[in-house]
């Protein structure tokens, strides 16, 4: 869940700079909404990891917790990474396509992070006289 806060704290300020940057209006409210798609969205992809885990309990069940394989690491990475993942994907793309209104591409869908971890990096730094 630490990832999952510092994630949505990181997309909180990237929708924030692009509100500001495309002089949207209502930051605040994009902000707001974008931070409850995310959450949203994690909620439904940990629901759904724990109705697939029931749904092939035989298989997946007692196999998942005492076997050490590959194939059951994958599965457990998977189980990790999709609450993460997906609802980055979900702001990304109201990011493009309510914010920015542009086409959907994959390089418009992470457009902006660049900027921002340089502004992050760049308010740590001291002014120098």
Do not use: C, H
Request: net charge neutral; glycine share 8%.
């Amino acid at each position: 869940m630490v990832f999952g806060g510092l994630i949505s704290i990181l997309i909180a300020i990237w929708i924030y700079r692009t509100a500001v940057e495309e002089k949207l209006g209502n930051t605040f409210y994009w902000v707001v909404g974008s931070f409850a798609v995310y959450l949203t969205v994690q909620i439904l992809m940990i629901y759904l990891n724990s109705v697939i885990i029931d749904m092939f309990d035989a298989d997946l069940g007692g196999q998942y917790d005492s076997e050490n394989n590959t194939a059951n690491k994958a599965i457990g990475i998977k189980f990790e990474l999709l609450p993460l993942i997906v609802p980055f994907f979900a702001v990304a793309t109201i990011r493009l396509k309510l914010m920015l209104k542009q086409p959907y591409s994959f390089k418009g869908l992470f457009g902006g992070i660049k900027e921002m971890f340089q502004s992050i990096i760049q308010s740590f730094k001291s002014p120098s006289n």
